[in-house]
């Protein structure tokens, strides 16, 4: 089992910066497949970015430049960070932070995994941003 609990979202205007933040426990080290999500009022969920098991990580389009995913192991406690910058209306949504046991390797070129790849996710953390 694998427990994930996000924080740091809020609220910014167009523009602004967010760090979200993602404490990872149980069964799972830094090679361990991982991402962030987020899910718009009324419209499917949709990956912004993942870290692959060699680190390498890979964004949506949509995001790409203004978003970083990180991770660190401090402590022997794995933590996913999403460090948001130049925001806009079109980034609120609830952002999920997601995790799996297994590997993963999405390497540039190849689709960007779905949900239904990671069996565990956090409770989510709301992101709004005003225009």
């Known amino acids: 089992q694998v427990h994930l609990v996000e924080s740091g979202g809020g609220s910014v205007q167009s523009g602004g910066s967010l760090r979200l933040s993602c404490a990872a426990s149980g069964n799972i080290n830094k090679r361990s497949c991982k991402g962030w999500f987020r899910q718009a009022p009324g419209k499917e969920d949709e990956v912004v970015a993942i870290i692959n098991d060699d680190g390498k990580t890979r964004y949506a389009d949509s995001v790409k430049g203004r978003f970083t995913i990180s991770q660190d192991n401090a402590n022997a406690r794995i933590s996913l960070y999403l460090q948001m910058s130049n925001l806009n209306p079109s980034d609120t949504a609830m952002y999920y932070c997601?995790?799996?046991?297994?590997?993963?390797?999405?390497?540039?070129?190849?689709?960007?995994?779905?949900?239904?790849?990671?069996?565990?996710w956090g409770q989510g953390t709301q992101v709004t941003v005003s225009a």
């Open positions: 997601a995790a799996d046991t297994s590997w993963c390797r999405y390497d540039e070129g190849t689709s960007l995994p779905g949900p239904a790849r990671f069996r565990f």
